[in-house]
């Protein structure tokens, strides 16, 4: 769709764009990883390692981050991001090999044409991946900050097409030029609008803190206050039920002998499950009696 077609002349040291730097950065990480673990005779932890890089890192990030370029006026930053994209789906390739041959055999000739199989191709090597930190940390940050936006839009009940402002509260210089070199990806994948820098929290306002920096979204009449905190201690409630609950069941002695042990760890697992969704709510509800 996007014409990322492998070339093999690519030389992905020579990325210019961050995403790119940042893509090949985790592919590398990945391909060390899977190494690692194949040699160690741990294939679960492989396979393991490549789904989380290819459907976390690839697809939902990578693929989405790199829309606004491969529509955007930048031919340069355009042509680099399809070969970039279409060279690390390659090495992708190489990786899930072992898993899964016929799949790949065939995707490996289907993306570019090859004189070679797939299956004598070399095994990705790390000198293969340039490493790049700063590009690392810009973009997983990035990732980190839409990721924290969009869950506390869920714990709100903010309505999914609502944008949201939000403003970066005394943002340090650092702070300050990421969020405007990324501010259009931001506001289009978080749903923000404006997005500022600010001295203080504005009233009424959520705050989320991520990696040490503190960003504000006013809610006062996007959402209903009153009624928000109404429905979270609601749930926080439903949740307290369920904990109750299950602790009266594990702390029978003859229930956990004679469960089957699917059950008792089944138990164990919801009440862990409940505890971590009753903390986000409280936590929900602190900041919008606080704002």
Known sequence: MNECRFDPA????????????????????AAAETTAALESYRFNDA????????WNVFCDWHLELAKPILMGPDVAAKEETRKTTAWVLSQAFKLLHPFMPFITEELWRETAARGA?????????????????????????????????RSTRQEMNVPAGAKVPMAAVAAGAEISLRIDRNRD????????????????????????VHEGGVYALPLS????????????????????????????????????????????????????????RCEKLSAALRQISEG
Not at 231 to 239: N, Q
Not at 243 to 270: C, T
């Open 10 to 29: 690519f030389d992905p040291a020579s990325a210019e764009e961050t995403l790119n730097q940042w893509i090949v950065h985790e592919a590398g990480l």
């Open 47 to 54: 396979a393991g390692a490549m789904y989380k890089f290819v």
């Open 117 to 149: 199989q797939l299956i004598v191709s070399d095994w990705p090597s790390a000198a293969a991946f340039p490493r790049n930190d700063k590009a690392a940390a810009e973009i997983n940050w990035l990732i980190g900050l839409i990721t924290a936006i």
């Open 185 to 208: 990806l931001i506001a289009r994948l978080a749903r923000l609008e404006p997005i500022s820098v600010a001295p203080s929290a504005p009233k009424g306002a959520v705050q989320i």
């Open 221 to 276: 009449g996007i959402i209903d206050i009153a009624a928000e905190k109404a429905r979270l201690a609601r749930e926080i409630e439903k949740c307290v039920k369920e904990i109750v609950g299950i602790d009266k069941k594990m702390s029978n002695a003859q229930f956990v002998e004679r469960a089957p042990a699917e059950i008792v760890e089944e138990n164990r697992e919801r009440r862990i499950a409940f505890s971590e």
